[in-house]
């Protein structure tokens, strides 16, 4: 690969980028905040990328597309997804982090996920669409946990986000394809190496969703991320990946779910990015709700309880337009049912 594009993406993650865009005879693109915008003028020619490519294992004759971890020569280590586009080579580049940031810098509710981290076995959710900080926030609990307690922490990635340093836990992080073949022979090995605690990047299939369960049930704490967008979608989804898995399959979500942080990044006023959240931590009634896939009773317990352990989406965006976060089109716009937000706004300036 040319000095010329190692340095341009060097160059590129020097300032707050959180993606690199390279496509084939377009000019390179970064994301900045929200906004994609472009970075350098001259188009990528496709001998470029082509290099790229092969420099991280991928034949772009023979795979149409793949997600892989590099190295950039005197820089940072990057998560890489490659693919085509109209026959054209593509790849979007994202730092991998060794630097995390802590829980309360992030804006998150530090005191509930620090008591889910230390629950000894259970799962916990952090859910959202893509882009939505869910890696940043789980990487913040485990730090957070690897310099409270002592744990074996084995991490199942694809492909690894964060580096972690040992401090008074141990890590195994493990990337699919450089050291395990696929998500479900990872997780099933990884119940062979004495972790206490279990970090899948993703469930994306309903084999690993009842096999983290069943790791859940034997004693081991569950963290990992979906692609779903509120408490309820994220139930609803979880109960269709396990329907045809197991009888029991909804008792044993019921029992073993820790709690859900259903998370998306806005725009921040004066610049930067927001998380709106919406949290849930599964107790007594829930359990219930759960088993009986009663996911309405779910969401007004979330929308009307006065306990710290659960907030909705619309109480937290509400609040955060109140506080001067959020303008109130971003907010509203964030909003499943926006006429539920303009009626709640009408109440308090009423």
Not at 220 to 236: A, C, G, Q, Y
Not at 253 to 279: D, H, K, N, T, V
Request: glycine share 6%; net charge negative.
């Amino acid at each position: 690969m040319s000095s010329t594009l190692h340095q341009l993406i060097r160059d590129a993650f020097l300032d707050q980028t959180t993606d690199v865009f390279l496509i084939e005879d377009e000019p390179a693109r970064i994301r900045r905040d929200s906004d994609v915008v472009m970075l350098h003028p001259v188009p990528v020619p496709r001998s470029a990328l082509e290099e790229f490519w092969h420099s991280c294992g991928v034949d772009p004759k023979q795979q149409l597309e793949a997600d892989v971890s590099y190295q950039i020569p005197n820089g940072c280590r990057v998560r890489v997804n490659l693919y085509h586009t109209l026959g054209r080579l593509a790849a979007i580049l994202r730092p991998i982090r060794s630097v995390i940031p802590p829980l309360a810098e992030l804006g998150l509710p530090a005191a509930l996920l620090q008591s889910w981290m230390q629950r000894r076995a259970g799962l916990i959710l952090v859910t959202g669409p893509t882009g939505a900080g869910k890696s940043t926030t789980v990487a913040a609990c485990l730090d957070w946990l690897n310099q409270t307690y002592a744990r074996h922490i084995v991490t199942l990635e694809d492909p690894i986000e964060f580096l972690f340093t040992n401090d008074r836990s141990l890590f195994s992080q493990r990337e699919m394809r450089q050291d395990s073949a696929s998500f479900t022979a990872a997780l099933r090995s990884a119940l062979r190496q004495s972790p206490d605690v279990l970090f899948l990047g993703e469930i994306r299939d309903p084999e690993t969703a009842i096999t983290a369960l069943h790791a859940a049930a034997t004693g081991h704490l569950v963290i990992s991320t979906l692609h779903s967008s509120s408490i309820v979608e994220t139930l609803d989804r979880f109960s269709h990946l396990l329907s045809d898995q197991v009888s029991g399959a909804p008792n044993l979500l019921a029992s073993q779910l820790i709690g859900i942080l259903s998370q998306q990044l806005l725009p921040r006023l004066g610049g930067g990015l927001f998380p709106a959240l919406e949290y849930m931590q599964n107790e007594a009634a829930t359990r219930r709700w759960i088993q009986e896939n009663r996911l309405s009773e779910i969401q007004d317990h979330i929308a009307k309880s006065d306990s710290a352990h659960n907030c909705c989406l619309l109480e937290y965006l509400i609040a955060s337009v109140q506080q001067g976060y959020l303008a109130a089109d971003i907010a509203r716009d964030a909003c499943k049912r926006p006429q539920d937000f303009d009626r709640a706004m009408r109440g308090i300036s009423g």
